[in-house]
């Protein structure tokens, strides 16, 4: 494991933001990030843990350590007739877990088909697609604290997962490294979630009546591919912002202002569809400079090439107030601006 100086963290960023690590370290397993953390660096802070760079949008230079977490492994450490659980470390690529399980027929995360990003971050936003969450099958994590260089478990119920949100994002932020997370996954009886319309409707165009798992997670890969840019081709981070949660009340009123309103129930009220709010306010195309808002789908801001992440970040404001403004809703960014 070696620290590097003055590092461009543009290739490790999936809007290809240039910025630059003022030190940069690769950890390939525990015990790299463990005599990472023994070195004097390790106390200058800040540390940033870094994954696939899939959600974060850089707008400044990282003017302390970034430590690129890159822990692999794929393991089963425990089963019983029912279920399987699994052990991944941090930086194990997302897209390759969901293959392993699938390739092992093991049910739970195949809706969660091809997210970027690593094994590591996916509990921070409690990563989301096609009806399911991350929570959903999660066991457990095992997370080094910054600070004290201990590792702690942490069940379920201490993330706090939410819509996008968990401890991570809270009060434990940038406190800890993750460095690996279980999931609990079926053996049999696979329960799979097909309600997500456009996965039923790409069944159908199968000629799929009785899907398996493999077929679900095939399913929401070509959906993904048809909807959402690839940042190979096209900087982006995927959806910018959260969709907002409203009360009931609230989404009447909008609703009859606007019928062509876009929402789906959820727990305490409706969460309004923020592409569809942000395309109303004429953003869908729109680009300033190098910095745009997607063609195809208004909820994904793109880096067309030589963008900073100030644009980017002032573009996401100037659409936060004119969503504000026509809508009185305020909307959160999804992606961790660093
Ligand atoms: P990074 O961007 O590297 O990091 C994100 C945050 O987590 C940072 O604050 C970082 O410090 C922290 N972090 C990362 N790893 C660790 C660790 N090991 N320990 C502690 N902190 C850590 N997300 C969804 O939920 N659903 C989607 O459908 C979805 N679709 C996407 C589509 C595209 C095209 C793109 C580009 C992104 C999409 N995302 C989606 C967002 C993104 O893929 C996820 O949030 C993913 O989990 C980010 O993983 P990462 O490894 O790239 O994290
Ligand atoms: N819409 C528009 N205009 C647009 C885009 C969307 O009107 O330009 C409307 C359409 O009516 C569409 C609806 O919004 O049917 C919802 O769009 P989509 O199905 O693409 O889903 P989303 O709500 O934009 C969310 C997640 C995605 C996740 C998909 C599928 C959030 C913030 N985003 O997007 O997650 O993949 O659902 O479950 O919850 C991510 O987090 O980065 C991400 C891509």
Not at 68 to 79: S, T
Not at 88 to 114: P, Y
Not at 199 to 210: D, H, M, N, S, V
Not at 275 to 299: F, P, S, Y
Request: proline fraction near 4%.
């Amino acid at each position: 494991m070696q620290i590097e100086p003055d590092v461009s963290l543009k290739r490790w960023n999936t809007f290809g933001i240039e910025a630059r690590a003022a030190r940069y370290a690769r950890v390939e397993s525990l015990a790299d990030l463990q005599a990472l953390r023994a070195t004097p660096l390790f106390r200058e802070r800040p540390v940033f843990i870094l994954g696939g760079g899939s959600n974060i949008l850089l707008t400044r230079d990282v003017d302390g350590l970034v430590v690129h977490n890159a822990i692999g492994g794929i393991r089963v450490v425990d089963r019983d007739a029912d279920h399987t659980v699994v052990e991944a470390g941090a930086g194990v690529v997302w897209h390759d877990l969901v293959t392993f399980c699938l390739d092992g027929d093991l049910g739970g995360l195949e809706n969660l088909s091809l997210i970027p990003g690593r094994v590591g971050a996916s509990p921070i936003q409690n990563i989301g697609a096609y009806g399911v969450e991350m929570k959903d099958a999660f066991d457990s994590l095992e997370a080094m604290d910054l600070a004290t260089g201990d590792l702690r478990t942490f069940r379920a119920e201490e993330c706090r997962f939410g819509y996008r949100d968990s401890v991570f994002k809270r009060g434990m932020k940038g406190k800890c490294a993750i460095t690996s997370v279980r999931f609990r996954l079926t053996a049999r009886d696979h329960r799979l979630n097909t309600g997500y319309g456009a996965i039923g409707a790409e069944l159908e165009r199968r000629g799929i009546a009785r899907p398996t798992i493999r077929d679900v997670g095939e399913a929401v890969i070509a959906i993904r591919r048809s909807r959402l840019p690839d940042p190979d081709q096209i900087g982006n981070a995927g959806s910018f912002f959260k969709n907002p949660e409203v009360p009931r009340a609230t989404y009447d009123a909008l609703k009859q202002d606007h019928p062509g309103l876009v929402a789906y129930p959820a727990p305490g009220g409706m969460k309004l569809a923020a592409g569809w709010l942000i395309e109303q306010c004429g953003w869908k195309g729109k680009r300033v400079g190098d910095a745009g808002v997607h063609t195809d789908h208004a909820l994904v801001l793109v880096n067309y090439g030589k963008a900073t992440g100030g644009e980017i970040h002032a573009l996401a404001h100037e659409i936060q107030a004119s969503v504000r403004e026509r809508f009185g809703i305020e909307l959160e960014m999804e992606v961790n601006v660093v």
